[in-house]
């Protein structure tokens, strides 16, 4: 019976927005139907969904979740340099008070000046889109959601046949997770293990020169499979296994996706109101409750992971008074503890001064010293020098932005899709007294996490 009711409320979509659209509006706006709906699964609803285009976004503490299919709308680009005022005006543009809930959801790269592997650049400096069709669950209930972007031309009115005969296309009712994967038939690492000890031995050399005083170096996992993977299924088993992380995917059609389970917020802005973290250094977790005390405290007085997390809270910190009228931060380094590992932390807090606005946040922000170094210019001509490959999306901010409100995270613990090619990416912070195989060892860690999220038993 509940699936016969929300049939027949899906029904009279179309003609909601046809109503919607014949109003008159001096700008371009998007047309938002919702309607309340028994709760469903957002990822098995949407696995199984036909469309090709899906994006889904949860925050670490679950009380946020998204479920995308299609696109109402999409800002994208391959800008060099991107212009974050630009970008962010044309996301604005068709964003209101009156749905606080609408959302563009998408990512930027990491360095848009290293943008050259082809992968990459099919995905665009920079993407964000409004899916045509949300199942959005928070803390008010679960909604099916309807967005059309409409700017009171001729086409309007071609969007409701669209919208129709999209709508038919939905699948309802509960849907069960398919967390089956291809067999992975080879592994490929880039830099390899050779490799890294010289660009570690590099970096060190480059500190002792006054260059730079730390640097993040990154690996690529390649995982080629026996077949195209299925991304959802892929995020159903990071879902199953880790805790405490920002959960996120865009797929732009099969076999074309970037998707990743990140614990680092990059800021979240309320009005004026602003948060971000120093979140670096790093230990496993025990496997008891007393081997788990004594990683993190050899983790809360490590001086050389102590350092490496002080650039990224100096940097921060630095940002915030730039940005901000009112600042407030931990008194302390404290830990944050996942499934797999365990992080020092520093949380930031601020009132925004007046005319500051998410390009300029976004511009003092990123990337911070946790994923790029310290100074950052230095840092990241080294990065695009010496490391084997682009970077693309990994480690740049992925997130939403809404009406009044926005947020990122960092895309670290983060895999792209391109065909039967799974690519896995971590990286590590290199100071002064670093060691080579003590980091390798680390980025193994991270990437182990993700590695066996895909080869165990579904």
């Known amino acids: 019976m509940t699936d016969i009711l929300q049939a027949r409320q899906l029904d009279g979509i179309p003609s909601l927005v046809e ?27 949407l696995q199984a969904q036909p469309s090709p285009i899906k994006t889904y976004w949860a925050d670490r503490e679950g009380s946020f ?45 990491f360095d848009a000046r290293r943008m050259a592997d082809p992968r990459w650049m099919r995905w665009g400096t920079h993407r964000f889109l409004i899916p045509r069709f949300e199942l959005l669950s928070t803390g008010a209930g679960t909604f099916l959601v309807c967005n059309a972007f409409c700017t009171n031309g001729n ?19 509960p849907c069960e997770r398919r967390s089956g994967l291809p067999v992975i038939i080879s592994r490929h690492d880039r830099p390899d293990g050779r490799h890294w ?27 080629e499979f026996a077949d195209v993977p299925d991304a959802l299924a892929i995020l159903c088993r990071l879902s199953a296994a ?75 910190r630095s940002a915030f008074k730039d940005l901000c009228k009112e600042i407030r931060e931990d008194e302390e380094v404290s830990l944050v503890r996942l499934r797999d590992c365990q992080h020092l932390i520093r949380r930031f807090e601020g009132i925004l001064g007046d005319g500051k606005s998410d390009a300029d946040i976004l511009q003092a922000l990123h990337p911070t010293p946790a994923v790029g170094g310290c100074p950052t ?11 084997p490959f682009d970077r693309g999306w990994f ?35 290199i100071v002064s007294g670093s060691d080579a195989g003590r980091e390798w060892t680390e980025v193994d860690d991270k990437l182990d996490t993700f590695s066996r999220v895909l080869t165990q038993d579904a």
Not at 162 to 168: D, M, P, Q, S, T
Not at 197 to 223: H, N
Not at 292 to 314: I, Q
């Open 19 to 45: 109503q919607a659209l014949s109003i008159s509006s001096e700008r371009p706006r998007v047309v938002r139907i919702g309607i309340p709906i028994a709760p469903i699964d957002p990822l098995g609803w």
């Open 65 to 109: 979740v998204m479920a995308g299919v299609g696109a109402a709308h999409v800002v994208s680009g391959n800008d060099r340099f991107p212009p974050y005022g630009a970008l962010f005006q044309r996301l604005r543009a068709g964003l209101s008070c009156a749905h606080p809930n609408l959302r563009y959801y998408g990512g930027i790269c």
């Open 155 to 173: 086409e309007d009115q071609r969007k409701v046949d669209i919208i129709r005969r999209e709508l038919g296309d939905i699948v309802l009712g």
């Open 197 to 223: 000890f010289e660009m570690v031995a590099k970096a060190l050399d480059a500190f002792q020169d006054g260059g730079f005083e730390k640097v993040v170096l990154a690996r690529e996992s390649l995982l």
């Open 242 to 316: 880790v805790g405490n992380a920002y959960l996120f995917m865009f797929q732009l059609r099969r076999g074309m996706a970037f998707l990743g389970a990140s614990p680092e917020r990059l800021y979240r802005r309320v009005g004026g109101f602003i948060q971000s973290e120093a979140l670096a250094g790093t230990r496993p977790r025990g496997s008891s409750d007393e081997a788990d005390a004594a990683l993190a405290a050899v983790l809360l007085h490590d001086n050389k992971e102590l350092r490496e997390h002080r650039y990224v809270a100096d940097s921060i």
């Open 377 to 387: 210019g230095a840092a990241l001509e080294w990065i695009a020098k010496e490391e």
């Open 395 to 429: 480690a740049g901010p992925v997130g939403w932005v809404g009406y009044d409100s926005s947020e990122f995270a960092v895309g670290i613990r983060s895999g792209s899709i391109d065909g039967t090619t799974h690519s896995l990416y971590a990286g590590a912070g």
